[in-house]
Each structure stands twice: as C-alpha cells, then as structure tokens.
C-alpha cells in the first residue's frame, strides 16, 4: 500500500465485505484496482511495422482470450486485435487470464474482422488463419522459412472456428498437425502452438 501511495496512487482501505461486493470472484485477491482502458487504433499498430499480430474472430470465452493474449505476449507479439463480435478485452475474467499482459500489448478493439485482415495484409503482414481443416501445414510452413516473414495470425471461434469468407480472405489457411489420437486443441493451446512456431522463425531469421 505504502509503494502504492508513494507512486501517486489513491488508495482506499476496504474490508472484506466491501472486497466480496467489488469483485467477481469467490477468493479475490484483496486488491482491487480501477483504470484507464488502454487501447488503440489499428493504423497506429501498423505504422510501427510489427512482426507478429493476432487477430481474435468471434471470440467468446473470457478466460480464452486472456490465455491467448497472455500467450501473445509471451512469444513477442505486439498487439492483439478484437474485432466487433468478439468478447471485451476487459471483461474481468479475460483480464485474470491475461496474467498482467493486458498491460503490456497493444489492443485494438472494433471495427470487422475482415477490415483488419485487408488492412494488416495491405501493410506487408502475411495473414494466417488457423484452421483445423486447413491445406497448409503448420510444421512444412516453418520448414519453408515462410514464419520468418512479418505475420499476422488469426484465431476464430473454438466451438465454430472462422467464417468461411473470413478464411478465404487470408493468405493461407493452416492447420496444426495432430500426430495422436486427439480430435482436435483448444484455441489456447492451437493459438501457443503457432505464435511460437513465428516467434521461433523470425527469431531465427
């Protein structure tokens, strides 16, 4: 509290029945912060020339999206897209899952999902939708250096995946190879799975 105080930071003692009232969990944490949303526009991303973006299509689950964005983050990604439809970035639950690296990407939010794909491909970023029926696969795409390029990834829905139209609109469709007997990953899983084969290409580069 003291560190808090001394950065300029106002704070409010409360105790645990105010806690219970302000929080949306069963066990919080004891600290309850309130901030300025922290978001920006995609033009803005881009005239940076980032490497790696993700794009979140139709995203529903909270706790998916902050695992997606704190694995965004992690493998080096500088800004996350949520485009209109998908769930808010600050949602409490997305916010817990990010682990802090809400803090740390930048977020863009709105407009379609299709205007960002024209708009990243338009700036030179490769645009890759992940696609569990997809032709291209993900193990030969690193092998051909095509990862080392700046790239755009672009997750969907886990229950319904991307609109077709959506798909078509990227420069390729890419499927994580499945080597078990598992069906399918979740977007969590898929989405670490190819930020870090990027990550680990354009490092390498």
């Given at each position: 509290m003291a560190e808090a105080e001394h950065a300029g930071?106002?704070?409010?003692?409360?105790?645990?029945?105010a806690l219970a009232a302000l929080t949306e969990t069963v066990t919080p944490q004891g600290v309850?912060?309130?901030?300025?949303?922290?978001?920006t526009d995609l033009a803005t991303v881009l005239s940076a020339e980032p490497t790696l973006v993700v794009v979140l299509a139709g995203i529903a689950d909270p706790g998916n999206a902050g695992t997606v964005?704190?694995?965004?983050?992690?493998?080096?990604a500088v800004a996350v897209v949520f485009p209109d439809g998908s769930v808010d970035p600050y949602n409490g639950k997305c916010v817990r899952a990010s682990a802090g690296s809400l803090f740390h990407l930048s977020l863009v939010r709105g407009g379609t999902a299709e205007a960002a794909v024209a708009a990243l491909r338009q700036a030179g970023l490769a645009v890759l939708a992940a696609d569990a029926h997809g032709a291209e696969d993900l193990d030969d795409l690193a092998e051909s250096g095509r990862l080392a390029d700046r790239t755009a990834w672009l997750f969907g829905s886990e229950a319904h995946g991307l609109p077709a139209e959506l798909a078509a609109a990227a420069d390729a469709r890419v499927r994580v190879p499945i080597h078990g007997r598992a069906e399918s990953l979740n977007l969590a899983a898929a989405a670490a799975v190819c930020l870090y084969a990027s990550a680990r290409a354009q490092r390498r580069r």
């Open positions: 930071v106002r704070v409010s003692p409360a105790d645990a029945q309850v912060a309130v901030g300025r949303h922290l978001h964005l704190r694995t965004a983050d992690a493998a080096g």
